[in-house]
């Protein structure tokens, strides 16, 4: 099975902190995601990634960056956290295409910026 | 774009009963999905069904692409069916279009 696994499963930060997550994925898989969910939301797609060094905006992209240097590693970077970037981070991968064929997901990475 | 309606929001049953999640979507599609995010909050991928019917189990999945729905089947349902249930559909942008989901609760 398709393993994504995420750094951190709880995260505290303060306001005006850099913040770092991580993601990697095990299984040679070209296409990686990184989503935030919250109550009510759903889930919204912040940056994807089809290749190495390569990274596509999505819906919600402001206040975040990417980082794919290597092919098993997605990593979103906060650069100045806020209080309203608390949230749920899940972090995806699927294999190839633009398609976006079935997705597998990290367990998540829940953020708190006081 | 495409828009995903998932019915019902809740849904509380007892042990055992069976049940049936709705996905439409407004638009035709290529590649609908279905998961399953536990209360601790992991999502995993039941289903990758764009047409047809699939099984796994006690769950399956049947979608009608020309009718622009889906149905998610669960039979006998366990308390560890609980938690949320989503359909992703594929945009125009080649992103995933997210339900709202439909929270189930299963009662021992």
């Known amino acids: 099975d398709v393993k994504v696994t995420q750094s951190s499963r709880y995260l505290v930060k303060r306001t005006g902190e850099k913040v770092f997550l991580e993601c990697v994925q095990d299984?040679?898989?070209?296409?990686m995601f990184w989503y935030r969910q919250d109550p009510g939301l759903g889930l919204r797609l912040i940056y994807f990634?089809?290749?190495?060094?390569?990274?596509e905006k999505g819906d919600i992209p402001e206040g975040y960056s990417v980082s794919r240097e290597k092919k098993e590693r997605f990593s979103l970077i906060l650069e100045s956290a806020s209080t309203n970037q608390t949230s749920m981070y899940l972090c995806a991968s699927s294999l190839s295409g633009a398609s976006n064929e079935k997705l597998f997901f990290g367990s998540g990475t829940q953020l708190s910026v006081l | 774009g495409i828009q995903v309606e998932q019915s019902p929001p809740d849904l509380i049953l007892q042990e055992g009963a069976n049940s049936t999640l709705r996905c439409n979507f407004s638009d035709s599609v290529n590649n609908l999905q279905w998961f399953h995010q536990n209360p601790w909050g992991q999502l995993i991928n039941l289903f990758y069904?764009?047409?047809?019917?699939k099984q796994n189990g006690r769950l399956s999945a049947t979608t009608v692409a020309t009718e622009r729905y889906s149905l998610l089947y669960i039979s006998s349902s366990q308390t560890t069916d609980s938690g949320v249930y989503f359909c992703?559909?594929?945009?125009?942008?080649?992103?995933?279009?997210w339900g709202a989901g439909t929270k189930l609760i299963i009662k021992p």
């Open positions: 992703a559909v594929v945009g125009s942008n080649y992103q995933l279009i």
């Open positions: 069904i764009p047409s047809g019917t």
């Open positions: 990634s089809y290749d190495v060094k390569m990274k």
């Open positions: 299984m040679d898989h070209e296409n």
